[in-house]
């Protein structure tokens, strides 16, 4: 049962243009989601956080959005820039747990 | 400098072998975790410690075996009961009352 889900294996997307990566969940007791960004052969690296009590945490060219009651995530990027391309994974946590559940990653090609 | 190292990169290992994956960290972070990721997958959880002398199994622990003797090192042995062992394996750690997880740069480990 995949509780964290990527529905879009792939995206491009022109260099300027804004990337939107979606992330679905289905447990509603998730308090935390992260994003992470994975160049092929090395570990992922953090990018961008936001707690279930916000809707919207910004960070320099990235930006996401959460809608609890859709419980659906999205991380904007923008402006995408050839740098970017690389596979970018939503990950979720359940209060005080320090579990977290990943999605199937979405690999994003930026092209100049 | 501070960080997260996985050795080796790549390692063979015939059938029916049990072999152990190394991860080590001087961040002074109290928790580690591994995960597997295969071809079109996320990251899957395969063991998590929150503190030395204790771990707990991820959702896919069956084959493998961890230790956490020393808060640097959390050693993952990959047994000869796992029955689909050929996959990129990453380590990860996270300081104690933060989300973020900082990742090593994995290891790949293939069974011939």
């Known amino acids: 049962d995949q509780q964290v889900k990527q529905n879009s294996p792939s995206l491009s997307v022109q260099e300027g243009r804004i990337s939107i990566l979606n992330c679905d969940y289905t447990?509603?007791?998730?308090?935390?989601f992260l994003w992470y960004k994975k160049y092929p052969a090395e570990g992922p690296t953090f990018l961008i956080s936001i707690s279930s009590i916000k809707d919207k945490n910004e960070d320099g060219r990235f930006t996401v959005f959460l809608n609890k009651s859709a419980k659906h995530l999205s991380l904007h990027i923008v402006p995408s820039q050839p740098g970017d391309s690389a596979v970018y994974f939503c990950?979720?946590?359940?209060?005080?747990?320090?579990?977290?559940?990943f999605g199937t990653g979405t690999r994003l090609k930026v092209l100049a | 400098d501070g960080g997260i190292t996985q050795s080796p990169k790549y390692l063979f290992r015939k059938e029916g072998q049990n072999v152990t994956l190394s991860c080590e960290q001087n961040?002074?972070?109290?928790?580690m975790y591994w995960y597997r990721q295969d071809p079109g997958q996320g990251l899957r959880l395969i063991y998590y410690s929150q503190i030395v002398n204790d771990f707990q199994k991820g959702d896919i622990a069956e084959g493998y075996s961890v230790s956490r003797e020393k808060k640097e090192s959390f050693p993952l042995t990959v047994t000869s009961a796992q029955k689909n062992p050929t996959a990129f394996y990453l380590c990860?750690?996270?300081?104690?009352?933060?989300?973020?997880?900082?990742f090593g740069p994995g290891t790949r480990l293939t069974v011939l």
């Open positions: 447990n509603s007791m998730f308090d935390y």
């Open positions: 961040l002074n972070h109290d928790a």
């Open positions: 990950a979720a946590s359940k209060p005080g747990t320090y579990k977290y559940i």
């Open positions: 990860a750690s996270r300081p104690q009352g933060s989300d973020t997880q900082y």
